[in-house]
């Protein structure tokens, strides 16, 4: 696979003449069609990725493939607001459930905000996954993302949770999360990451929270462990990502908008 795209690689060079130039252009041009940096960087990467593999089978000049690796990616300007819940957010989605799709649900939700799961490794979960590892329940070996695996603690009030939707549904083995018909009772071979997100949605909406995504929960999580007094290298564990980065900027940007710098400068109102 390597060797034929730098074969077209290689093509495209002696035909074209890419090079560092041409790479810059092709740069400004999804610039000027308002791709995000984001996708520009990954596209250049590819870029600069291919020509080092062309260089190493010998396909590419050297010159030519450190001049494509040279060519810098597009600059991130500003950070975007994130959405995070506040403790007091947070319980309310965790209302107390009575129906057994109201205590699935409420399970479900437990895990995403109190173990910082995305919605792929929510719907994977088996029960045989929920051990006990140290005295402290833990997720064993979830298999992540990228294929990364990771064990996750599971805070008591998530077990609890999770107890009070499997007992009753008499749940042993398979998976954690499932379907229920109008009887009441479980069938199915578990959920889809999709069905996931509409949980969510479904479940903020009820509590009179809008605009509510699986990963705001992931996100709640990491700020909420933080505010806590939490470590960022163990937070860092806990969602699984490879670089500490990440893991900031699931934090949240340091500006406050709770008695925000520009609420009293002066210029109010009397009584205000």
């Not at 190493?56 to 950070?79: E, M, T, W, Y």
């Not at 009030?157 to 042993?172: G, N, S, Y």
Request: aromatic share 6%; proline share 4%; net charge positive.
């Amino acid at each position: 696979m390597i060797m034929r795209f730098a074969s077209s690689l290689t093509g495209i060079a002696r035909n074209h003449g890419v090079n560092k130039t041409v790479v810059t252009r092709y740069r400004i041009s999804l610039e000027q069609r308002q791709y995000a940096p984001s996708t520009i960087n990954l596209r250049l990467a590819a870029v600069r990725r291919l020509a080092y593999e062309a260089s190493d089978c010998g396909l590419l000049s050297p010159d030519l493939a450190a001049g494509i690796r040279r060519v810098k990616g597009a600059r991130r300007l500003g950070v975007r607001i994130g959405n995070w819940l506040t403790a007091e957010e947070g319980r309310r989605l965790l209302a107390r459930a009575s129906t057994p799709k109201e205590r699935r649900n409420r399970a479900m939700i437990a895990v995403l905000i109190g173990c910082g799961l995305r919605r792929a490794e929510a719907a994977a979960l088996k029960l045989e996954d929920v051990q006990l590892r140290e005295e402290h329940w833990v997720i064993a070996d979830l298999n992540g993302k990228g294929g990364h695996i990771r064990t996750v603690p599971m805070p008591d009030w998530v077990k609890r949770a999770i107890d009070e939707w499997t007992a009753p549904a008499e749940l042993t083995s398979g998976p954690l999360f499932c379907a229920i018909n109008k009887a009441g009772r479980t069938w199915g071979n578990g959920f889809t990451p999709k069905v996931i997100w509409s949980i969510v949605r479904e479940g903020a909406a009820s509590c009179g929270l809008t605009g509510l995504a699986p990963h705001d929960l992931r996100r709640t999580c990491a700020r909420l462990c933080h505010q806590a007094g939490g470590e960022l290298e163990q937070i860092q564990f806990l969602l699984g990502h490879v670089s500490i980065e990440t893991t900031e900027r699931y934090l949240g940007c340091k500006q406050r908008f709770q008695n925000a710098v520009n609420d009293a400068i002066g210029l109010e109102p009397n009584g205000s």
